[in-house]
């Protein structure tokens, strides 16, 4: 649907050498009932240029029925350095969808955030190619999802150039009936010696109801690597929350501090820090509306 509907998006392409220094910014929006978007991205980073986006998707009509399909693809060059933002914020009534495919060349290097707070069920798919002897992918995810919302999230680490590394930590906090899936894997070719590839899934419960489920995995041919993969669901710390209460501050307020605490590990990893305070204040937001 992706294909046969897309008619907008941006190319943006920065030669061999040149550096800018100001984040690129993009903004879709969803304003009317019953729409379908179609966003989509192509970064093209050449050799030991260095570039960084922000991708914000939001719903102008918080309640408008939409169905959002949107997709990002990065090649990053020889040296390249790539990091981008992107955060789903569409209405609480949007079916949505965003897949991503990143490339990584010899020696890049490339930061990838992804933010989820908006629409009522949300899948991001992330593939990731480590085709460069001494790449560097890093990999963020973040969400918060109340009420009934569901966020599906599905990664790839391809690992075909030895010698390189990818890292990987997702984490969500969750309140209400909402869920979230993580289904990571990293698959290391037989020629991909020395790779160094990790996983990692955390989730933190905020209400009894919420559900979280992690699969991640490794498929791996090559007999010198260093992989693991981990996951994590548990509930607010009682001790943390007894002190946070005894000092005047209500229960809300004190499970939002310890949430925003436990998020800012992924936040602190946006290298704008605009971005990074506009990040901060969506989910401060959401907290908010739970």
């Known amino acids: 649907m992706h294909q046969a509907w897309l008619k907008a998006g941006y190319v943006l392409f920065v030669p061999k050498g040149v550096e800018i220094r100001q984040p690129f910014?993009?903004?879709?929006?969803?304003?009317?009932d019953g729409v379908a978007v179609f966003p989509h991205a192509l970064i093209i980073a050449g050799e030991n240029a260095v570039v960084s986006i922000q991708d914000y998707h939001l719903g102008a009509t918080p309640d408008a029925r939409a169905l959002a399909i949107s997709a990002c693809?990065?090649?990053?060059?020889?040296g390249a350095k790539v990091s981008r933002l992107a955060v789903q914020g569409w209405g609480n009534r949007t079916q949505s969808f965003?897949?991503?495919?990143?490339?990584?060349?010899?020696?890049?290097?490339?930061?990838?955030?992804?933010?989820?707070?908006?629409s009522r069920r949300a899948r991001l798919e992330n593939t990731v190619r480590i085709d460069g002897p001494g790449a560097d992918v890093?990999?963020?995810?973040i969400s918060v999802a109340t009420g009934e919302?569901?966020?599906?999230?599905?990664?790839?680490?391809?690992?075909?150039a030895g010698q390189a590394k990818s890292d990987l930590l997702f984490k969500n906090a969750l309140l209400g009936k909402s869920r979230t899936i993580f289904s990571g894997l990293i698959k290391v070719a037989p020629d991909a010696q020395r790779t160094d590839a990790y996983q990692t899934n955390r989730n933190l419960l905020l209400s009894?109801?919420?559900e979280a489920d992690s699969l991640p995995g490794l498929e791996i041919e090559a007999n010198d690597v260093k992989c693991s993969h981990g996951a994590t669901t548990g509930q607010v710390d009682e001790n943390e929350l007894f002190y946070l209460r005894a000092r005047g501050i209500p229960?809300?307020?004190a499970q939002e501090l310890l949430a925003q605490g436990f998020l800012e590990e992924v936040i602190a990893k946006v290298e704008d820090e605009?971005?990074?305070e506009a990040l901060r204040g969506m989910l401060s937001a959401k907290f908010h509306q739970a």
Request: glycine content about 10%; hydrophobic content about 35%.
């Open 98 to 118: 965003q897949v991503d495919n990143t490339c990584g060349g010899r020696d890049a290097l490339i930061t990838s955030v992804n933010a989820a707070v908006g």
């Open 73 to 78: 693809d990065i090649h990053a060059g020889t």
């Open 251 to 253: 229960l809300e307020v």
């Open 138 to 141: 890093r990999l963020y995810g």
């Open 25 to 32: 910014v993009s903004v879709n929006w969803t304003s009317t």
């Open 208 to 210: 009894p109801d919420a």
């Open 274 to 276: 605009e971005g990074a």
């Open 149 to 160: 919302q569901e966020f599906d999230q599905r990664t790839l680490q391809i690992h075909t």
